[in-house]
C-alpha cells in the first residue's frame, strides 16, 4: 500500500516537467507558424508577448518551477495563435485591399 | 558575531524591499494602463508587450520570494512602459493633426509619408508601396494581354487566360474535354460536360430477379477457354452488379452440339471458370461464384442452324436461390 502511494507520488511529480515541456513545444511551433505568417509586422504586440513567455517559460522550466512554467507557455501559445491568426487576416485583407485597388482605373 | 549581524541585516533589508518593489510594481502597472488607454497595443505594440510581460515577470518573482530578480524585471518593464506611453502620445497626436478642423494642416502634416516616394503621399495613394502616377491614384499602369482580369503583374500565365482563383491560369485539363480537372470525374478519359467529363457508357448488361443478361454474349478463343479483350467491358460491368447483389452466382457455361459432348462439357466448364478468374480479379468475392459447364445439355436455340448455335455458345449468370 505504502509503496503504492509512494509510486503515485513520484509518478504525480514526474508529469510536471511532461507537461510543461509539451506546452513549451507546442508554443515553440505556434510562435514558428506566427513568425511565417509576418506576426512581428501584423501582430506586433502578441508576437512580442509570445516571445517573452516563451523564454520565460523555459527559464522557469530550468529552475524546476513546472506549474510557473506550464502556465508561462500556456499564454504564451494563446499569444502565438492570436497572432499567427491576426497576421494572416490582417495579410489577406491588405492584399484584397491592394488587388481592389488596383482594378480601379 | 559580526558575520551574524551582518547576516541578519541582510534578512532584514531583503524583506524590507519586497513591499518597496510591490509599490514600484504597482507604479510600472499604473504607467502600462496608461498607456493601454493611449491605444499602445497599436501604436507602440512591442514596447507594451515588454513592459506588460516584466510586469508580470517580476510579480511572479515576488510571489516566490526573489525580490532581486523582481526588481531586476521592473528595471526592464518601467522604461518599456514610459517609451510606450510615449509613443502612443505622439501617435494619438498624429491621429488628432489628420483630424484638425485646418483642412490645409491636415494636410500638409500627412503629405509628408510617401512610402512607395511617387509623388502621391500615402494618404490617396491606392498602392502606397508600389510607385504609381497620380492619374492612376498612385497604382502603376497594369497591362492584361490575356483579358483575364488579371493583371500582368500577378498572372503566372499572362498569355493565357484564367480565372483569378488559379493566378490567372487555365484549369488543367489532362484529357482536353474542356472539363477542368477538378470538375472532372473521368480526368483521364475525355467526356461530355453533361456527364462530369466521363464518357458515356452504354450499359451492356440487365440485371433480373433471377439473373444477370447480358446484351452482348462473352466471347472466347474458338475450343479454348481464354476471354477476348472485346468482352471485358461487359464483364467489368457483370463485376459491377455482382458486387452489388449480395447472394451467390452461379456462371454457367453452354456450347452447341458440334464435336463430342464430353469434350463440350469440358470446354463449357473451363469457360464459366474462366469467367470466374476474371470476375475474381475485378474483385467479385470468388465465395460468392460458382462456375457450372453444361455442354450441349441446354440449347436455347436449334442446333441445325449457324444461328442458333451460336446462341448456344454462350455465358449466362444466374443468382443461386437462397436456401
Known amino acids: 500500500m505504502a509503496r503504492c502511494a509512494t509510486l503515485l507520488v513520484v509518478l504525480a511529480l514526474a508529469c510536471g516537467p511532461v507537461t510543461a515541456t509539451s506546452v513549451i513545444d507546442d508554443a515553440q511551433r505556434a510562435l514558428v507558424r506566427a513568425r511565417a505568417s509576418d506576426a512581428d509586422r501584423y501582430a506586433a504586440y502578441e508576437a512580442t508577448l509570445a516571445d517573452l513567455y516563451l523564454a520565460k517559460a523555459r527559464e522557469e522550466q530550468g529552475h524546476a518551477r513546472y506549474s510557473d512554467a506550464r502556465a508561462l507557455a500556456t499564454d504564451a501559445l494563446r499569444y502565438a495563435q492570436v497572432a499567427a491568426s491576426k497576421a494572416s487576416e490582417k495579410r489577406s485583407s491588405q492584399a484584397l485591399g491592394r488587388s481592389a485597388a488596383v482594378q480601379q482605373p | ?323
Open chain 2, 1 to 323: 558575531m559580526k558575520r551574524a549581524l551582518l547576516a541578519s541585516s541582510c534578512v532584514v533589508l531583503a524583506c524590507a524591499s519586497g513591499p518597496d518593489v510591490r509599490k514600484r510594481a504597482d507604479a510600472v502597472a499604473a504607467d502600462v494602463r496608461s498607456a493601454r488607454e493611449l491605444k499602445a497595443e497599436t501604436c507602440a505594440p512591442r514596447e507594451l508587450a515588454t513592459a506588460e510581460a516584466n510586469l508580470r515577470f517580476a510579480r511572479l518573482a515576488l510571489d516566490q520570494g526573489d525580490a532581486r530578480r523582481a526588481n531586476a524585471h521592473l528595471s526592464t518593464a518601467e522604461p518599456a512602459a514610459r517609451e510606450a506611453e510615449a509613443k502612443s502620445r505622439d501617435c494619438g497626436k498624429t491621429v488628432v493633426a489628420a483630424k484638425a478642423p485646418d483642412p490645409v494642416r491636415a494636410a500638409l502634416t500627412v503629405s509628408t509619408t510617401d512610402s512607395d516616394g511617387d509623388g502621391v503621399p500615402d494618404v490617396d495613394d491606392l498602392c502606397p508601396d508600389v510607385p504609381g502616377s497620380a492619374e492612376r491614384r498612385g497604382c502603376p499602369l497594369l497591362t492584361d494581354r490575356d483579358l483575364d482580369g488579371v493583371a500582368d503583374d500577378i498572372d503566372r500565365c499572362p498569355d493565357l487566360p484564367g480565372p483569378k482563383e488559379n493566378f490567372g491560369c487555365p484549369w488543367p485539363d489532362r484529357d482536353g474535354d474542356r472539363v477542368a480537372d477538378k470538375d472532372d470525374r473521368c480526368p483521364d478519359e475525355p467526356g461530355s460536360v453533361e456527364n462530369h467529363g466521363c464518357p458515356r457508357r452504354t450499359a451492356l448488361i440487365v440485371v433480373r430477379r433471377d439473373r444477370i443478361e447480358l446484351k452482348q454474349q462473352i466471347h472466347f478463343q474458338p475450343n479454348r477457354a481464354v476471354i477476348l479483350s472485346d468482352s471485358y467491358d461487359v464483364l467489368r460491368q457483370v463485376a459491377q452488379a455482382i458486387k452489388d447483389v449480395p447472394g451467390a452466382i452461379r456462371i454457367e457455361g453452354h456450347t452447341d452440339n458440334v464435336g463430342k459432348r464430353s469434350e463440350n462439357l469440358k470446354l463449357s466448364q473451363s469457360r464459366a471458370e474462366a469467367v470466374r478468374e476474371y470476375l475474381v480479379r475485378e474483385g467479385v468475392e470468388a465465395r460468392q461464384l460458382v462456375a457450372v459447364g453444361f455442354g450441349p445439355k441446354r440449347p436455347i436455340a436449334s442446333n441445325s442452324t449457324k444461328a442458333g448455335r451460336t446462341l448456344n455458345r454462350r455465358v449466362e449468370f444466374r443468382m443461386e436461390e437462397k436456401k
